[in-house]
């Protein structure tokens, strides 16, 4: 098969990470064509990758001879490029979150089901080799049947007013910091429980980012089908404390628990063992599973099924925390 022709929407922030997946994965996949409402963006990737810049991803997507997109934009834009790229027949890779409302994500749906495309969520924690690991001793009961699973992804983050741009709206961004980097934390949640969400609740605080609309920190609360609770703690406040886990999950047989690098597990018989694994940089991984997917027709580890599932989790913790209850996750 010849190298996948991906053009990329937006040329920002998060692009840069994606570009070093495709530099990496030259051979099978890269960018040919980039679109970027600021002209200057567009043409300085385009000079950098050796790509025709755009200023109109619907001009890009009419003229260029494209296999697939990978969406970098501002959340409030996802659904659009989406449902556009659908329609003029490319696969996808669109950056998190995967929209921003039930309606939007039943568009998503149509126009992807309709065209028959490949959808993927660029979920890249995901290709964590801790991840992974721990997928695998789930899968194979190590720990029985699972309890709870636990997620944290927090920092100190230096936004100011200055800074924020389009994040310091609710209206673009789509809430606050759980929809945002808390978004990290839900796919994982999602990856680990096994199960489809059933109801959640939150509570969301502004510790230190004032300026912003929506909330600096959020911890989470989620039921799953198969009887897994989750817990999420998600800030863009501060560090967390030095013993937190990056993720873990407790059974009727033990737990296993994560820093993000290593794994270990610790059954109720007494058995130990602790997995040092090689990080790698996951947005090249995630690249080059997108490649994988589209070159041998595979599905890709997260689609809009997922991409949709996290959403409802959200949107059903920010409906909890609004109303004080446990929100239903709805159905889409």
């Not at 910091?177 to 509570?203: K, N, Q, R, S, W």
Request: proline residues 3%; aromatic residues 6%; charged residues 20%.
């Amino acid at each position: 098969m010849a190298v996948i022709k991906v053009g990329l929407i937006g040329g920002g922030g998060i692009a840069s990470a994606h570009i070093r997946g495709y530099q990496q994965h030259a051979d099978r996949i890269g960018i040919t064509a980039v679109a970027d409402a600021v002209e200057e963006t567009a043409v300085a990737r385009g000079t950098e990758l050796g790509a025709k810049p755009y200023t109109d991803y619907r001009q890009m997507l009419a003229d260029e001879d494209l296999d697939a997109v990978d969406i970098c934009l501002p959340h409030h834009l996802h659904r659009d490029a989406i449902v556009a790229a659908a329609e003029a027949g490319k696969h996808i890779l669109c950056e998190k979150p995967l929209c921003l409302s039930a309606e939007e994500a039943a568009d998503v749906r149509a126009a992807v089901t309709a065209a028959g495309v490949t959808l993927m969520c660029a979920h890249n924690q995901l290709f964590m080799p801790a991840v992974a690991k721990a997928k695998e001793l789930l899968a194979a009961g190590t720990i029985g049947t699972v309890y709870e699973v636990r997620t944290t992804d927090s920092f100190y983050n230096d936004f100011d007013p200055s800074s924020m741009g389009w994040r310091a709206s609710s209206k673009t961004s789509g809430g606050g910091e759980l929809i945002d980097t808390g978004y990290h934390p839900t796919y994982l949640l999602l990856h680990l429980a096994g199960g489809l969400p059933v109801e959640a609740t939150a509570m969301l605080s502004t510790h230190r980012l004032k300026f912003m609309e929506g909330e600096d920190s959020a911890q989470v609360l989620i039921r799953f089908d198969n009887d897994v609770v989750g817990q999420l703690v998600t800030s863009w406040a501060y560090q967390p404390a030095e013993s937190t886990e990056r993720f873990s999950a407790v059974g009727e047989l033990g737990s296993l628990h994560s820093d993000g690098t290593s794994l270990s597990y610790r059954l109720r018989s007494g058995e130990t063992k602790t997995f040092e694994l090689e990080p790698v940089d996951t947005f090249v991984a995630e690249i080059g599973h997108f490649a994988d997917s589209l070159r041998d027709r595979t599905r890709p580890l997260h689609t809009e099924d997922e991409g949709i599932a996290v959403l409802g989790i959200l949107l059903a913790a920010y409906e909890g925390a609004r109303t004080k209850t446990i929100a239903p996750v709805l159905k889409v």
